[in-house]
């Protein structure tokens, strides 16, 4: 699950995984183009939070890969 979508601020990944996971979040623009990357050498809990702080309004797509795990993948919008 993704939320919010539309983000303002915060998005946060909610899913089933163990509660010490490694991951890989890229979101890039409809150009394709990754604008931002995050990943994490071990996270605690069932969700990865990313920070909008940059980028400016439109509609994104996210790739989170679980490392040993699902891989995630969809359209999200940021606004102002």
Known sequence: RVYPNPMKNELQFIFAA??????????????????????????NGRAVFFQKDNLPPGVYFYYLQIKDGPYYSGKVIAVP
């Open 18 to 43: 163990s509660e010490n996971f490694i991951y890989n979040l890229q979101i890039s623009n409809q150009m394709g183009q990754v604008v931002a990357e995050e990943k994490s050498q071990q996270a």
